[in-house]
DNA sequence: ATAAAATTGAAAATGATTTTCATTTTCAAT
DNA sequence: ATTGAAAATGAAAATCATTTTCAATTTTAT
């Protein structure tokens, strides 16, 4: 993370505005440790600012993980949620543990030597055997959590 | 996979009447080599009988996946897609590759042993630092196919 | 065969997300 | 600081996948 401002240099090399809005939505998504859906973060942008939209959120949403800068997830509850990107906002490199039952999602950053040995192997032989440029991975667990198991 | 009708029995097993529109939706997933969504799979039973509804698609895709015979996926293309399940339908244990441009789904086999070491790993560590119940997991990769990569 | 329970299709409802469009804001060039 | 074209905005309407409602039909245990 160069800075706090790390994105008024990124929105301006790819041609886009800087806003009021877009400043507090980020500024959400920066300082949040849940994993928010867009109508999450519109009712907490609304109570900064009664002037900012629904539509707006998702805009910026939009931008944002067109950008890379921010990522799109589906846990199974019906709406999307969004993070921030690890080096972006300088957090560990993490998946999720989800709950079936309450959808309690939990940022777990064990085993990552094991994990890197992995999906190195894995991203490099599946490169080659099916001619495919990969980008990115995903590693999910689910189950049920800490309050839902015994029930 | 106990045989053709494994699923008459499981049904009954669990109260739930046997009728031909089930019928035929099962053996749309038993005979696909991808990935339909609840949409593709009405297309084509509503081809096979006309008096099958979309609405009767939905109930019985979510019973089956409710009994755990059936898979729920969302690839990120707007629609959930499913795959009847590994045991199932005498498939091997895979993964997929998804492509971002064209949403091309992939099933992949390769570096099972790998995965099994990493997954067993993980889970059971997992299980005890967050107190979880784990039942299943997801490995993913994303990136360009073959025919997107150079576009 | 039969009646209660389960299933069905069509249509309406829901709910997340996207589009439209007239208005407002941003920003580069003055 | 001013300005005007381009970009962004909110509200409302539209879209689209999925769910619910309900009266009619089918299944199942008897």
Chains 1, 2 share one sequence.
């Not at 400043?23 to 002037?51: C, R």
């Not at 490199?93 to 309450?102: S, T």
């Not at 490169?127 to 189950?143: A, E, L, Q």
Request: proline share 1%.
């Amino acid at each position: 993370m160069p800075n706090k401002n790390w994105w008024k240099e990124i929105l301006k090399q790819n041609g886009i505005s800087f806003t009021k809005i877009r400043e507090t939505i980020i500024n959400i998504l920066q300082n949040t440790e849940s994993h928010l859906s867009a109508k999450e973060i519109y009712i907490i942008a609304h109570k900064k600012n009664k002037s900012i939209g629904l539509t707006s959120v998702y805009r910026t949403l939009d931008i944002l993980t067109k950008l890379g800068l921010l990522h799109k997830f589906e846990f199974g509850d019906g709406e999307a949620r969004y993070e921030l990107d690890e080096k972006v906002n300088n957090k560990s490199h993490h998946h999720h543990l989800v709950c079936v039952r309450c959808n309690k999602i939990i940022d777990y950053t064990d085993f990552v030597k094991d994990e890197t040995d992995f999906i190195n192997k894995s991203e490099k032989g599946l490169s080659k055997i099916y001619n495919f440029d990969i980008k990115g991975h995903m590693i999910r667990f689910y189950g049920f959590c800490e309050k839902c198991r015994d029930k």
